[in-house]
């Protein structure tokens, strides 16, 4: 060590500056040492003359730091640290160390753009280095249930399969907790030249894996993307209206509710304040029964169309369904029409609602997630020719705000498919539906339910059963 700081000394190279702290030592050691030299006198010259060289090198290593020390300080000490001249602060501090000094010298700064911050809309972040946003959403849903008699499909209520009154499964009881319709989605916006850019999807966990078993597989609910004003992908149907549907534990909510999600090309356009247009061109899904020697097909798409009006006393909604029927011998053009709407009323601070939906028809059971895949939309006769299903649905619901927290709602609801002549009498041709049933959301982000439903059904033969069912609900967001 002492060469090392004698050669130090000699050709000048010097150590980086030291802090005030490491000077004070030095200087200590250097006093120290001095009155260890001069109250000495049993040491040998020599390691006398070598000691007093030591300190003549310490010595000239602090004058140098001093020396720069005061340098730095008269560099810093005016206009403070760079990160201060960039906050648009002083330092008022000119005291301040060279340790300080030194801490504060950014050693590398993030562009603007890689800052994660809030994004465009409700829950969402920016994208660093873009202006798009993105939000990843969706909620855990526990459902538990309980039948005082069979209702066939345990995880929704399905009239179609209510047991008939006098069979051995109608009878039975049954009790099921499943998470089934808990959901993932990501959403992801930006605004570009032609207008909003949005893609969506969402899936949740409703398909495959049977009823009995927690064993349950990812099911694709949405996948789509609007630019400006077209969309395309699969969404809802624009002959539903999921806004007008009630806020229910089940979730297959009430009988006369079209609830169908379709791939398509869509458009839709506020037109003036408050209406709304749409057109939609979406997949067919023949949906009907098929002799031996008979295939159906889907000759064409489903043709969509719906007008909308919403002002300060709600919404009001008018769809309309063109489609084509065909098999190898026929073809037969079939549609319907669907009154919906959410009408405000002056109760419960004026929250409370009725909320309802009718549809007249032919030939579109599939919208309906109950019939969905049951070919029953038409019936080939023995001539080859294409008999199209009679459909009339509604229903009407009433929603009562208690408070901010609490609210029930009432529905009812019927179904009824003019069936062909000479279908098998053991096909669906009337439901009911009615439930009652009391949400309570103590915190954003999380709700709790119950609800009592009953449904009924009847077959073409005139055979009737019904069922009660009770049910509840706990929903987390996140």
């Given amino acids: 060590m002492n060469q090392r700081l004698r050669d130090a000394s000699m050709r000048g190279n010097r150590p980086g500056p030291l802090s005030i702290p490491s000077i004070r030592v030095l200087l200590t050691s250097a006093v120290v040492g001095g009155a260890v030299l001069s109250s000495a006198p049993v040491f040998a010259d020599s390691d006398v003359e070598e000691l007093r060289a030591q300190l003549e090198a310490l010595t000239l290593l602090v004058e140098r730091q001093a020396e720069e020390l005061r340098q730095l300080k008269q ?7 760079i990160n201060d001249a960039a906050d648009g602060a002083q330092d008022a501090d000119t005291t301040s160390s060279i340790n300080d000094t030194a801490q504060r010298q950014p050693i590398g700064r993030f ?19 873009d202006d798009a946003s993105v939000r990843l959403g969706g909620f855990v849903r526990l459902e538990g249930s309980y039948d005082f008699d069979n209702m066939g499909i345990q995880d ?5 399969t209510i047991p008939l009154d006098g069979t051995a499964e109608d009878d039975t009881r049954q009790a099921r907790f499943h998470i089934r319709n808990s959901r993932l989605n990501v959403d992801y916006r930006k605004t570009t ?8 999807f969402e ?25 400006g004003n077209v969309y395309v992908g699969q969404w809802w149907s624009y002959f539903d209206d999921v806004q ?14 079209p609830i169908l999600r379709n791939p398509g090309i869509r458009w839709a356009a506020d037109v003036a304040p408050g209406w709304r247009l749409g057109l939609g061109v979406e997949n067919p899904a023949g949906d009907i029964e098929d002799p031996e020697d008979l295939f159906a097909s ?5 043709i969509t169309a719906f007008a909308q009006v919403t002002q300060d006393w709600g919404r009001l909604r008018v769809a309309g369904l063109v489609r084509r ?7 037969v053009t079939v549609g319907g029409i669907n009154l919906s709407g959410r009408l405000s009323l002056p109760f419960g601070g004026g929250k409370d609602n009725i909320a309802f939906q009718a549809q007249l028809g032919e030939g579109f059971t599939h919208y309906y997630s109950t019939f969905a895949g049951q070919g029953l939309a038409g019936f080939i006769d023995a001539d080859g020719r294409i008999e199209a299903t009679g459909i009339t649905s509604a229903y009407i619901a009433y929603q009562r705000w208690w408070s901010e927290q609490w609210r029930s709602t009432v529905y009812a609801s019927v179904l009824e498919l003019d069936n062909p002549d000479g279908v098998p009498g053991s096909t669906f041709s009337r439901g009911e539906y009615y439930a009652a049933n009391l949400f309570w959301t103590p915190l954003d982000g999380a709700t709790f339910g119950m609800e009592l439903v009953h449904a009924s059904r009847e077959t073409e033969s005139g055979l009737a059963g019904d069922g009660m069912r009770f049910q509840i609900s706990a929903r987390v967001d996140f």
């Fill in 75 to 81: 560099q810093h000490a005016p206009s403070g640290s």
């Fill in 111 to 129: 562009p603007d753009d890689a800052i994660v911050t809030a994004g465009s809309f409700d829950g969402s972040l920016q994208i660093p280095g």
């Fill in 156 to 160: 929704v209520t399905s009239v179609r």
């Fill in 193 to 200: 030249a032609f207008g909003p850019l949005r893609t969506f």
């Fill in 203 to 227: 899936v949740d966990i409703f398909g495959g894996g049977g009823e009995f078993i927690n064993n349950y597989e990812l099911r694709v609910r949405h996948l789509a993307a609007q630019i």
């Fill in 244 to 257: 007008s549907i009630p806020e229910t534990s089940d979730f297959g909510g009430p009988l006369g509710a």
């Fill in 298 to 302: 889907d000759e064409i798409p489903d």
């Fill in 325 to 331: 029927l065909s098999s190898t011998e026929d073809d």
